[in-house]
């Protein structure tokens, strides 16, 4: 749907950047799944530069969340389009945070690992490998990307 106007290559390429910041952040989710099959690992080789200065920057995340909502979401001379999947990307970030909050002080300490855990794991990271892979594929068409609840509280978030 690109109600908004059209979008041109460089907005497409653009709008996709963002996506890297939630699949970055739930790569770790998926490592017990990236053991049991190799094929994930190939998710790896195109991501190692970018993990080693994700990783290797103290407050990464928070310099870059704030970074993106202040100089990209809350800019209206950038085209709606590259705002919109910014901000749904940032959702995507805050949703992996919580749920990392969630596992790590909550389900871990109950159930000490084991099946329950890695299972949660594996799904979390299947569920933001689809949500990535499909919010880039329709940023590449120039469409919006609905991803129900996340894209309702973005389409809120930017005018």
């Known amino acids: 749907m690109t109600w908004r106007g059209t979008t041109t290559v460089a907005?497409?390429?653009f709008a996709c950047l963002p996506y890297l910041?939630?699949?970055?952040?739930?790569?770790?989710?998926?490592?017990?799944?990236?053991?049991?099959?190799?094929?994930?690992?190939?998710?790896?080789?195109p991501l190692a530069p970018l993990m080693q200065i994700y990783s290797s920057i103290p407050f990464a995340s928070l310099i870059i969340f704030f970074v993106l909502f202040m100089a990209v979401v809350r800019n209206p001379n950038i085209n709606h389009f590259i705002r919109?999947?910014?901000m749904q990307a940032i959702l995507m970030d805050i949703v992996?945070?919580?749920?990392?909050?969630?596992?790590?002080?909550?389900?871990?300490?109950v159930f000490r690992g084991g099946l329950i855990i890695e299972t949660l794991n594996n799904a979390i990271f299947l569920g933001v490998l689809a949500a990535v892979g499909y919010a880039i594929a329709q940023s590449v068409m120039g469409r919006y990307a609905e991803i129900p609840t996340i894209s309702e509280a973005a389409y809120t978030q930017v005018r």
Do not use: E, H, K
């Open 11 to 13: 907005d497409r390429i």
């Open 21 to 45: 910041l939630p699949l970055l952040y739930g790569l770790p989710f998926g490592a017990s799944l990236m053991m049991q099959f190799p094929i994930f690992q190939l998710l790896l080789i």
């Open 84 to 86: 919109f999947n910014t």
């Open 96 to 109: 992996l945070f919580l749920c990392s909050l969630v596992m790590s002080y909550i389900l871990q300490p």
